[in-house]
Each structure stands twice: as structure tokens, then as C-alpha cells.
């Protein structure tokens, strides 16, 4: 199925080999109040290009697997946080197991489960891990916690064995992006 590209292609740029300060800190990478605030800036700048809230675009949703959802809809966008633009990309999670496309695009709202997104930010930020700020926002544009009650917006979680930044590291291309490169591939 088809998957809709917003903005330019995203390019694979490498991060620069930096070292990264903030992680020398001993703090948890994510889920501070500053990764709330920072998030937020980014739901508001969704919604003020109709990628989330009640003017939201839809695409026709296509198949998703393990963990975002049996249903997804992703977009390729840039945005601007604090003067600096960036790659921005969204992910609706749809379900439940089982659900159709056609139940998810008769009432979206209701097969919402949550949003996952990727915000690539300014140089310097993660340079280990391309400068990815990551955030899972529940459908309401409120951050989802994980079971210890940190909120997923960050580095999540930068330096563990399971989550966005582990999982996404075996992406193919090295940047952290799955789909870019499955569609580069089918773009003949
Ligand atoms: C266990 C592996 C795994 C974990 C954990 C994971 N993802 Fe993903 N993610 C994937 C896969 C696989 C895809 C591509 C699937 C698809 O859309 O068809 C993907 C796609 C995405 C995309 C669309 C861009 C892309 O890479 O294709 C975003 C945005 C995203 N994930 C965000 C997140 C965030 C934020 C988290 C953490 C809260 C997270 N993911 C955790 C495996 C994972």
C-alpha cells in the first residue's frame, strides 16, 4: 500500500562522530521535564501542520507489525522547534490486532492507540545516535510512560537494550529510519 511522502526525502546524513556530554552525566537520558516541554513544542507544531488534533490528515493506513500497532500511517515532514528544522517523522499506531483498514479510516479516532515520532534535532544533541529526540504521545497528545513511570520523550532510552533508540539502531542504512529505506527500495 501506499505511503505518503510530506516534504523532501529524508537523507541519511551521518551525525558527526562528537562526543556526546549530556550521556556522561549519570542522569536518565529521558522523560525530564525538559524532554516534556521540548515534546510538547513538537505535538503543538503537528497540529499546527494538521498531523495531529481535531484537523488531522489521514492516508490509507497499511499493515504495521510489532510494536507500533496492527495498523499505521506514517508521514515524512519537516518542522521548526525553537528557530531549528529538522526531520520530522509521525507514526499513528492503529488496532486492535485484527482491525481493518476500512474500520481504522471509518472512525480513526476510535483505533487510535498512540503516536510514535521522531524529531531529528539540532548537532550535538544525541550525535551518538544521529540527533534523535523520540517520543511515544498517547492519542491525546500526552506522553505515554514506560512501566518505571518515565515518560517516553528523549533520549528513549539511550544506553538500554530494549526501546525506541536499540531497536531502531538495526535499521538498515544506519540512520535510525526503517521505512526510508524500504521505500527507496520499491521507488524504481
Ligand atoms: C522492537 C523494535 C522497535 C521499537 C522498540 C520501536 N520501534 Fe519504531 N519502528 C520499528 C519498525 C520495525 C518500524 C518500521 C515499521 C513500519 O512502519 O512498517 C518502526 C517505525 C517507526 C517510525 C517511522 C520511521 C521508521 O523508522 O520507519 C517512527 C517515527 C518510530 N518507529 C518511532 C518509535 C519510537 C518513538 C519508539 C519508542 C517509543 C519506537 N519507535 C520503538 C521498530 C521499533
Redesign the pocket.
Known amino acids: 500500500m501506499k505511503k505518503l511522502l510530506l516534504g523532501a526525502a529524508l537523507i541519511a546524513g551521518m551525525g558527526g562522530m562528537m562526543t556526546s556530554v549530556a550521556s556522561a552525566q549519570g542522569m536518565a537520558p529521558f522523560g525530564s521535564e525538559e524532554d516534556a516541554a521540548y515534546a510538547a513544542k513538537i505535538w503543538q507544531a503537528m497540529t499546527e501542520m494538521n498531523l495531529a488534533g481535531a484537523s488531522q490528515i489521514h492516508v490509507t493506513p497499511y499493515e504495521?507489525?510489532d510494536?507500533?500497532g496492527m495498523m499505521?500511517e506514517?508521514f515524512f515532514a519537516s518542522a521548526t522547534i525553537d528557530g531549528y528544522t529538522g526531520d520530522l517523522?509521525?507514526?499513528r499506531n492503529y488496532g486492535p490486532v485484527g482491525v481493518s483498514a476500512e474500520e481504522v479510516m471509518s472512525d480513526p479516532a476510535a483505533h487510535l492507540g498512540a503516536v510514535?515520532?521522531?524529531f531529528r534535532r539540532e548537532a550535538g544533541y544525541d550525535p551518538d545516535n544521529q540527533n534523535w529526540f523520540?517520543?511515544?504521545y498517547l492519542p491525546d497528545g500526552t506522553l505515554d510512560k514506560n512501566p518505571k513511570g518515565m515518560m517516553?520523550a528523549g533520549m528513549?532510552a539511550k544506553g538500554a537494550e530494549?526501546?525506541?533508540i536499540a531497536?531502531?539502531g538495526g535499521?538498515p542504512g544506519g540512520d535510525y529510519?526503517?521505512?526510508a529505506d524500504n521505500t527507496a527500495a520499491t521507488m524504481e
Open positions: 504495521g507489525t510494536p507500533h499505521l506514517t517523522i509521525v507514526k510514535t515520532v521522531m523520540w517520543v511515544k517516553l528513549v530494549v526501546g525506541c531497536c531502531h535499521a529510519v526503517f521505512l
